[in-house]
């Protein structure tokens, strides 16, 4: 019998399969709270009751809208900062579903996210900002395109508010921004609006007709950033 004709007799997987399949997925990839280590829920229960909506968000400059899930303290910082420090990824679904209904029924065509660097990506092997954009875009029936580019720099994260409005820039990737685009721009945490008014005055000057922004996070205006039980390394 040739592997065509075998192929044919190959039943499909039934809803049993499925339930098979996501159990060992549970026993090889066990949900673990990204705040407590507690296997089950992400987060736990306890760890979410311990979560603090974000504080008044001004609006960047060039934002049609602007808004933030989490206050960056406690157990939102140590949410957040596992997810970007440290790829735990078992957040991402919570943080998608709130981020996702802060956007509520604004107006959006396309999903993007504010980029880390090359440099910074290679070595986290990863970009938090884009995984939580691919899902927002997920869960509101958007297309994901990488729109914006960050030139190499040293990142964000401990400088001063002057510091952080002049010291991030961004280009917009040629031809991928469709012309009177609506973009929802995604990043993990908003401190002084800098880097999310940088991206949207790229978007904006390519010929995207308004931006609006959504975060996970939002640190507290004055406060010293830290990252919990997270070693930040460059």
């Known amino acids: 019998m040739s592997a065509a004709l075998r192929a044919r007799h190959v039943p499909a997987a039934g809803p049993g399969c499925r339930t098979v399949a996501v159990r060992c997925r549970a026993v090889l990839l066990p949900v673990i ?87 910074r990506r290679r070595r986290r092997g990863f970009d938090q900002s884009e995984l939580l954009a691919r899902g927002v875009a997920r869960h509101m029936g958007r297309p994901a395109r990488p729109l914006l580019r960050r030139p190499a720099g040293a990142p964000q994260t401990g400088r001063t508010a002057g510091e952080r409005w002049s010291g991030v820039r961004f280009s917009v990737t040629a031809r991928r ?29 390519a010929g995207a007709s308004e931006v609006h922004a959504v975060a996970a996070a939002r640190a507290r205006p004055g406060r010293t950033l830290r990252h919990g039980r997270v070693r930040v390394c460059g």
């Open 177 to 205: 921004l469709p012309a009177g685009a609506r973009v929802l721009l995604v990043d993990d945490v908003v401190t002084s609006g800098a880097t999310l008014a940088a991206g949207a005055r790229a978007l904006l000057v």
């Open 33 to 119: 709270c990204p705040v407590c280590d507690r296997p089950g829920r992400a987060p736990c229960e306890r760890c979410a009751a311990e979560l603090r909506r974000a504080p008044s968000l001004p609006c960047p400059p060039g934002l049609a809208s602007c808004a933030a899930l989490l206050d960056y303290d406690g157990a939102g910082r140590e949410l957040v900062a596992r997810l970007k420090y440290r790829n735990a990824r078992s957040s991402v679904p919570f943080l998608v579903e709130g981020m996702s209904a802060l956007v509520g029924g604004r107006p959006v065509d396309v999903v993007t996210w504010a980029p880390t660097t090359r440099a």
